[in-house]
């Protein structure tokens, strides 16, 4: 029987989930994802952007169990911050030649609303959390940071890999 667990003991107090998201409390992140259906959160993860990578439909992809690239981490952070709105992510918008001469040019694909805007908010200020008082706190002192962030850390099995997404 898969059982996740937290860093630390469970305090038996109620949490909110923007208390959970921003203390990583991989508990009730899985019991939210219980609830809600594994295939909606397979969904939603393929309508933010991760649109490539195997999403294999377990509870345990709560906590990140399928490998997914920087590029849909970054797509699907992207997507929330653009009010739900999923952009193609585009390397290159022109090549111009040492004369400046324009060679080719490139348009982004219309956006796709992949969430409400008003949940994607949401979730953008519980994100704010994770910056402002949670796992993520120290950024701010560490690199001055004083603008109005959002973001998420992550680590794997046995703190092997830590990562941290940022969005302003």
């Given at each position: 029987v898969w059982r996740p667990s937290d860093a630390g003991p469970p305090?038996?107090?109620q949490m909110t989930l923007a208390?959970?998201?921003a203390y990583s409390k991989n508990t009730i992140t899985a019991a939210l994802m219980q609830e809600v259906g594994v295939?909606?959160?397979v969904q939603l993860a393929r309508a933010l952007g991760v649109?490539?990578?195997p999403l294999?439909?377990?509870p345990a992809l709560a906590l990140g169990s399928s490998p997914v690239t920087l590029k849909e981490m970054v797509s699907a952070y992207?997507?929330?911050a653009n009010g739900g709105n999923?952009?193609?992510p585009m390397w290159v918008t022109r090549i111009e030649n040492r004369d400046g001469e324009v060679l080719a040019e490139f348009t982004p694909t219309a956006p796709e609303q992949a969430l409400d805007g008003d949940r994607s908010y949401a979730l953008v200020d519980m994100l704010r959390g994770v910056v402002d008082k949670g796992t993520a706190r120290a950024i701010r002192q560490q690199y001055g940071i004083r603008a109005d962030v959002a973001g998420k850390t992550g680590t794997t099995q046995g703190n092997a890999d830590g990562w941290f997404i940022l969005m302003h």
């Open positions: 305090s038996g107090k208390e959970a998201l295939n909606k959160v649109r490539q990578s294999e439909p377990v992207s997507t929330l999923y952009l193609e």
